[in-house]
């Protein structure tokens, strides 16, 4: 190897090396940090303690905000994976003029209109319909922002399974609501599961609409609270902070690790699944 390619190696290997630190060094102080008597914001190994765990168990703030949370993920998760579901399985079946323009419409409009830039005509519509300081209304509004995406990824799932299967059930009497249930629904099975991890992490970790739209404290979830954990001199409170965090990360994961070793996850007609 001449001078100049194991400099460019070296150089490589470095660059590799700052980037994979910058992405490790976090998640080495969450993994560490919550069984430290101390904890700082460096990483490094712990005093073992489960202190930190039992203080924010005795803390009925955090534990019923992570509840909340559960609400709010299986609420709007259930929604979108049902709604969802139908919608793909009426546009892939049923030609409609524009149905194509349609789906790309409502897909643009969902990336460039984001929850942010339509907060203010979100919040004037739970206001008019009652559903400020409601769980419902947040689920409702989460779903709203969620679906136009799901509809476009289920469809490609949904247009790749055989119409052959559902004209044989058909020809033996099958209802429609029978074909959904026993033939269509288990051949899109890792769309849905895909759909429902993606639905439920994204609104775990969203916090402008809960905040905006949720007065009561006992009704905030995890992301919401967790900005409170602070010590009475105004100083985050980085022992209940990470425990927090990991607590609150491990769910999604533990999710995110059934579904990948239920189904997998591959690439497949340029869609995920």
Known sequence: MTPGRA?????????????????????????????????????????????????????????????????????????????????????????????????YALLLLSSIVTGTAAMVPLFNLAYELDL?????????????????????????????????????????????????????VPLIRPGLATIAVWSVAQVWGNFLIPFLLLRSPEKSPAAVVMYTFYTEGGQPDLALISTFSLLYSLPVVAMFLFVSSRYGFRFHGGIKH
């Open 132 to 184: 400020i300081d409601s769980r419902l209304g947040v689920v409702l509004v989460l779903s709203g922002g969620l679906l136009p995406s799901a509809i476009f990824i289920l469809k490609d799932f949904t247009d790749t399974t055989p119409r052959s299967y559902e004209e044989s059930a058909r020809v033996f009497g099958a209802s429609p609501l029978q074909i959904v249930a026993h033939i269509v």
């Open 7 to 103: 400099a460019g190696a070296v150089l490589r290997y470095t660059a590799l090396a700052a980037v994979l630190g910058f992405f490790a060094l976090p998640l080495l102080w969450l993994a560490f940090a919550p069984f430290d008597r101390a904890p700082s914001v460096a990483a490094s190994l712990p005093r073992f303690t489960l202190d930190n765990f039992r203080e924010l168990l005795d803390n009925e703030n955090a534990v019923r905000s992570l509840r909340n949370s559960l609400l709010l993920a299986a609420g709007t998760g259930g929604i979108v994976v049902a709604f969802a579901a139908s919608a793909a399985y009426a546009l892939s079946r049923v030609r409609l003029p524009g149905r194509d323009a349609l789906l």
